[in-house]
């Protein structure tokens, strides 16, 4: 590390250890009180990223280096480890996990490290719950569903060609159109769950990450509808007084604008 990083760090754990003896806030602290705004902190993170926007993800990402130290901080004083503890680690674990960049394995692509890898965490921990067993329960359930899909994969259980994926999610929508005609929501949302889970499979097989995609869309769908309004209001009427055909129309000179 050079020596403007190390002093950068020293430099951000003295002020934690300022703040923990001074101020009536970081005093009050707990592990369960940071943990909500550690996940609000990670989520602004996401949206900088998305955004990119560079000044906002340097922002965010002191945020976040800000709760490592805290969190350590906090170990500190009951004694259970410290920030070195924490940094020192990582680094075993980066290295133990790299075996062709520290070791004699050979990984010549990124397909090869990532099976090497999720053997090894496998291996390390050996999870009574198998091959599964490190997804966190609390993760939202499209990245949930990604990661396991990685991790079955991982260990072999794929489909042998990624345009496979497509007879999957056919199967799937015409399962979905089935339950509709049953009107049995119970079973419908079933199946809405597995054709969900093997769009995101096929995000996974295509190299496209869905949580990421999804928002864009989202963010996308945003700006056309707010241009919409505007459009509407422009003309001196509410918008849901648009015939179909007129909000169809406002529709799509939003999207031509996009080009």
């Known amino acids: 590390m050079s020596n403007k990083n190390a002093d950068a760090m020293l430099r951000l754990i003295e002020v934690m250890d300022t703040l923990r003896e001074q101020c009536?806030?970081?005093r009050e602290q707990t592990f369960d009180s940071l943990r909500h705004n550690t996940i609000e902190e990670?989520?602004?993170?996401?949206?900088?990223i998305t955004d990119g926007n560079m000044?906002?993800?340097?922002e965010e990402l002191g945020d976040l280096l800000l709760h490592v130290v805290f969190y350590s901080k906090l170990a500190q004083e009951r004694g259970a480890f410290d920030f070195a503890d924490v940094a020192n680690a990582e680094c075993d674990k980066l290295i133990y996990r790299h075996?062709?960049?520290y070791g004699d394995i050979h990984a010549d692509t990124p397909e090869e490290v990532k099976r090497n890898w999720e053997a090894l965490k496998l291996r390390k921990k050996?999870?009574?719950n198998g091959s599964l067993g490190g997804v966190p329960q609390s993760l939202p359930a499209l990245v949930k569903a990604y990661r396991?899909?990685?991790?079955a994969a991982g260990v072999g259980f794929d489909w042998e060609k990624r345009e496979d994926v497509w007879d999957k999610v056919k199967e799937e929508t015409a399962e979905v159109e089935t339950e509709i005609g049953s009107k049995d929501k119970q079973r419908l949302?079933?199946?809405?769950?597995?054709?969900?889970?093997?769009?995101?499979?096929?995000c996974r097989l295509y190299d496209i990450d869905p949580e990421l995609a999804l928002e864009r869309t989202n963010k996308k769908f945003i700006a056309r509808?707010?241009?919409?309004?505007?459009?509407?209001?422009?003309?001196?009427r509410a918008f849901r007084e648009l015939s179909a055909a007129e909000k169809n129309e406002l529709w799509e000179q939003q999207k031509q604008k996009e080009h």
């Open 24 to 26: 009536p806030w970081d």
């Open 42 to 48: 990670t989520y602004e993170l996401v949206d900088a």
């Open 55 to 58: 000044d906002g993800i340097k």
């Open 99 to 101: 075996p062709h960049v």
């Open 126 to 128: 050996n999870r009574k």
């Open 148 to 151: 396991i899909g990685e991790k």
């Open 189 to 202: 949302e079933s199946e809405f769950g597995d054709l969900f889970f093997a769009l995101v499979n096929a």
């Open 225 to 236: 509808f707010n241009g919409m309004e505007e459009q509407a209001a422009a003309q001196g």
